[in-house]
Structures are given as C-alpha cells and as structure tokens.
C-alpha cells in the first residue's frame, strides 16, 4: 500500500511539473503558424525521410506539413496514428503545383489573405543564426526543404534562403536545427495536452506512462 501511495505521489508530481512546463512552452510558442513543405516527394523512395521530416515538425514546434510531388495517403495515416497516441496533431496536406502555392504565399496569400514568408533551408544559404533575428514573426512561415532537385524559382519565391552549415547534410537535422533556434529550448520542452503515451525522462531505461491502461486499472 505504502509503495502504490508513493508511486501515486509520484505521478502527481511529474504531472504537475509536465502542466508547468505546457503553459511556460505554450505561452512562448504562440504566434503565427509555422508550416513545413517538402518537395519532390518520390513514392517508394522517400518515405522514411520524409515521415521523419513530418515528425521533427510536429515534435518541435510546426502546425502544417505539406506534402508535394506524390500522394502518399499511407504516411498521412501513419502521422495520424502517432498523434493520435502521442498528441499533438498536425495538419497533413498534399500540394498540388508547389510553386504557384509558394508564389501565392509569399506575394498574395498565407491563408489570411496577407503574404506571408517563406524560408528554403538549403545548404548553399546564408547562415540561419544570422537570418533568424531578420525573420518577422507577425506573419505566417512556410519552411521548404527540397527533395532530389530543387527548381530555381525556389530561391526565387523564398525571401530567405537559409542554411545549415554549408556542407551536405540531412534535411532533417536542418530542420530540428532550424525549429529549435526558432522556438529556443520550448520547441524541444514540448508537451500534448490529448497525449495518450507519455514517456518520462529518465537517466536509465525507458519510462512510459500509458493513460489507457492505468484508466483500465
């Protein structure tokens, strides 16, 4: 009975602090929508890459990923499936005719009627921490990571071109990079109200707080 009580206590204590942390994130993560597209999408050939693109996005801080190049409902319903146990849903779409979606956001619409920014994550930019401080925050922002070619009205349409390190690299290290300097240590604080699985830091081993199954109990 004494070993239930403290595990109870415990677990009061590690929702309290995870409550803390969710309201001192979301305080800092309000703010305009941050969307991620990722071009040249090849069915069969990219889908680990981009599932993980897509993962990075929402676990960080992004509200959209649109997808571009082939359909893929497979990956939208796996991405459903992790949200729907994790939390923290995410808006998937596919786009057709990316270039004429990123003209239209950067010089008409970003869903508000106003342009919004656009910033391609490409090795060849300018370094982000640079860019970052010049980046308005009061629009939306549309994140492009380019697949196997990048047509050159992307350097076009984007109003930053930004990168990395200016070495070959994962376009998913890019982006963790990117949304982490972004957001700062609340993007990586991250927590989901709705989230089902909730796993605990720990030094050693894995620690995993399952609400189903302790409802059940």
């Not at 497979?74 to 003209?103: I, T, Y």
């Not at 697949?147 to 690299?169: F, L």
């Amino acid at each position: 009975m004494m070993n239930r009580n403290i595990n109870l206590n415990r677990n009061q204590a590690i929702d309290d602090c995870t409550f803390l942390v969710g309201l001192v994130t979301r305080s800092i993560m309000t703010g305009e929508r941050v969307d991620v597209l990722r071009l040249g999408y090849r069915l069969g050939r990219d889908p680990r890459i981009t599932t993980h693109l897509a993962l990075v996005g929402r676990a960080l801080g992004a509200d959209r990923f649109l997808l571009a190049g082939d359909e893929d409902p497979k990956m939208f319903e796996n991405l459903e499936s992790v949200a729907s146990r994790f939390g923290g849903g995410m808006d998937c779409q596919h786009v057709k005719g990316p270039m004429g979606w990123l003209r239209r956001f950067v010089e008409e619409d970003a869903g508000d009627g106003k342009p919004g920014v656009a910033i391609h994550l490409t090795m060849y930019g300018e370094p982000f921490r640079e860019a970052i401080p010049r980046i308005r925050r009061d629009r939306p922002i549309v994140l492009v990571v380019g697949g196997a070619k990048v047509p050159g009205d992307v350097y076009k349409h984007c109003q930053y071109n930004v990168a990395v390190g200016n070495q070959p690299h994962s376009e998913v290290a890019a982006l963790a990079l990117f949304l982490d300097a972004w957001y700062g240590e609340a993007g990586s604080n991250r927590t989901f109200d709705d989230a089902r699985l909730i796993i605990q830091p720990s030094a050693k081993g894995k620690r995993v707080r399952d609400l189903d199954r302790e409802e059940e109990e």
